[in-house]
């Protein structure tokens, strides 16, 4: 049976071999003729493969986002496989994993990497080329940096009030990203609007990073706190002045002529509440036996209410000067006519009816010198004094810095009928609290001449006053 299917092969083996050629030839010939090769071009999706591996690797990918993503692939193939179920396998990749995280870190800055392109193709396509052939990725090293935070203050507080303080809960905040980035970080900032604010507050707000151009930059980061709490401290202020009090004394036969406070006023700071309770600051000299003019300088600090402080801006010195002079005594004449009498209503008249009382002063040697007697006040009480003779003292207000020497001068006074409504008891009531003299004028005016004498009325006034020396009617 073998020997026959040999002898079968074998018998005119040349005429077979020559059939099974022309075969062939006919075969290829209708293949060329009927599905002939074409060369196409598609255009296709560029994929990235193991980008995880950046990740690992603690690098950051710059320009993922700016690479072209369609790709142009030309294959050669029969015209019968060209169909679109196929061109849909060829897919062009890139592949991440050439890489090496650590020659990106070694790098000074930003590095750019070619990657190829490579090109999955189905088993009966060939590939001719791929525009483009390979893939510039821009790399940076992944790292972490702690950066201070800061208060950017936006607008002014409310009126008479100051901002004392602004902080955030958070001091620091630690950025991760690409080393170029966080290289150009300026700084993290919060921004404090206090605008209009007369209270302190606290509110929840973001954190901003800015380059150094002044460019928002926050999303190039993580950040560790992306907001945090802004405390704003605002205090109210108030202008109040500065009242010295003298304590000590000068050297044996001195006194002071003058003294000044600079500044006089100062603005205070504080609760509105506290500063509603304080209407000035009292600054104490101490005049510690001095015989001669002295400046002193005191830290007014030292002299602040409790509660509060000096508002922003101003300097804490404050500065005492004072004029320092001799005492002397001099004596002075007051007419009667510019004697004031209080109680005047009552009935009486002035025993002797003297033309001047003198009243005899002390005190620095310039103010005495410039005294005259219209710088001296003299008045006369007559309330609740009863019918008969009375010797009153005289109350005398001299201006800031002198002094009575001696008893108050006094007057001999006949009382006929007391003043309506006071009763006839005896009293020593004090006249009303004296407004304080004016400065004394460094220039005064001459004396005027003395006034005339004053004629006696005919008849004693009706409702008060000085009799024309006759005696009183007498009582029913």
């Known amino acids: 049976m073998v020997k026959k299917v040999l002898a079968f092969f074998y018998k005119d083996i040349?005429?077979?071999?020559?059939?099974?050629?022309?075969?062939?030839?006919?075969?290829?010939?209708?293949?060329?003729?009927?599905?002939?090769?074409?060369?196409?071009?598609?255009?296709?999706q560029l994929f990235f493969d193991n980008v995880s591996v950046l990740e690992a690797e603690n690098v950051v990918w710059l320009n993922q986002y700016e690479l072209e993503r369609d790709i142009m692939v030309g294959v050669r193939a029969a015209a019968s496989h060209l169909t679109p179920l196929h061109i849909a396998e060829i897919r062009p990749s890139v592949d991440f994993r050439a890489i090496l995280g650590w020659e990106v870190h070694a790098a000074e800055g930003m590095v750019e990497i070619a990657l190829p392109v490579s090109v999955n193709l189905p088993p009966e396509f060939t590939l001719l080329h791929t525009m483009p052939f390979e893939v510039i990725v821009q790399l940076d090293a992944r790292i972490r940096a702690s950066f201070t935070v800061d208060t950017t203050q936006v607008g002014m507080v409310g009126p008479n009030t100051q901002l004392d303080r602004v902080w955030a809960a958070n001091s620091?905040?630690?950025?991760?990203?690409?080393?170029?980035?966080?290289?150009?970080?300026?700084?993290?900032?919060?921004?404090?609007?206090?605008?209009?604010?007369?209270?302190?507050?606290?509110?929840?707000?973001?954190?901003?990073?800015?380059?150094?151009?002044?460019?928002?930059?926050?999303?190039?980061?993580?950040?560790?706190?992306?907001?945090?709490?802004?405390?704003?401290?605002?205090?109210?202020?108030?202008?109040?002045?500065?009242i010295p009090e003298i304590i000590g004394t000068l050297a044996d036969g001195f006194a002071v002529a003058d003294h000044?406070?600079?500044?006089?006023?100062?603005?205070?700071?504080?609760?509105?509440?506290?500063?509603?309770?304080?209407?000035?600051?009292?600054?104490?000299?101490?005049?510690?036996?001095?015989?001669?003019?002295?400046?002193?300088?005191?830290?007014?600090?030292?002299?602040?209410?409790?509660?509060?402080?000096?508002?922003?801006?101003?300097?804490s010195g404050v500065h005492f000067n004072v004029t320092v002079e001799p005492i002397n005594e001099r004596t002075l004449n007051v007419e009667r006519v510019n004697i004031g009498v209080f109680g005047g209503n009552a009935l009486y008249s002035i025993i002797n009816n003297p033309t001047h009382v003198a009243v005899r002063v002390s005190g620095p040697a310039s103010l005495v010198a410039?005294?005259?007697?219209?710088?001296?006040?003299?008045?006369?009480?007559?309330?609740?004094?009863?019918?008969?003779?009375?010797?009153?003292?005289?109350?005398?207000?001299l201006p800031a810095g002198l002094l009575l020497v001696g008893p108050p001068p006094a007057l001999e006074?006949?009382?006929?009928?007391?003043?309506?409504?006071?009763?006839?008891?005896?009293?020593?009531?004090?006249?009303?609290?004296?407004?304080?003299?004016?400065?004394?004028d460094p220039d005064p005016p001459p004396d005027p001449?003395?006034?005339?004498?004053?004629?006696?009325?005919?008849?004693?006034?009706?409702n008060g006053g000085e009799p024309n020396g006759e005696e009183p009617p007498e009582e029913d």
């Open 370 to 397: 410039r005294l005259t007697h219209f710088d001296i006040a003299v008045r006369l009480n007559l309330h609740n004094r009863a019918i008969g003779v009375h010797r009153i003292p005289l109350q005398v207000i």
């Open 14 to 44: 040349l005429w077979k071999l020559i059939a099974l050629g022309l075969s062939v030839v006919l075969w290829l010939v209708s293949m060329t003729v009927f599905d002939p090769e074409e060369n196409q071009f598609h255009p296709r």
């Open 413 to 440: 006074v006949q009382i006929y009928e007391p003043a309506v409504g006071n009763g006839n008891g005896a009293s020593d009531d004090p006249l009303p609290p004296a407004d304080p003299l004016p400065p004394i």
């Open 172 to 242: 620091f905040a630690t950025l991760t990203g690409p080393r170029s980035q966080i290289n150009q970080v300026a700084s993290v900032q919060v921004p404090a609007v206090v605008h209009g604010l007369t209270e302190s507050l606290s509110r929840t707000v973001p954190l901003t990073v800015y380059d150094i151009h002044g460019n928002d930059i926050t999303h190039e980061f993580d950040m560790s706190v992306s907001e945090t709490t802004l405390h704003v401290e605002v205090s109210h202020i108030k202008r109040v002045p500065v």
């Open 260 to 315: 000044a406070v600079n500044p006089s006023e100062i603005y205070l700071a504080g609760t509105a509440e506290r500063l509603a309770e304080i209407e000035s600051v009292t600054a104490v000299l101490d005049l510690d036996r001095a015989n001669e003019d002295f400046e002193r300088v005191y830290d007014i600090n030292d002299f602040l209410p409790e509660g509060t402080a000096l508002a922003q801006g101003q300097l």
């Open 449 to 462: 001449d003395p006034p005339p004498p004053i004629e006696p009325d005919p008849v004693p006034p009706v």
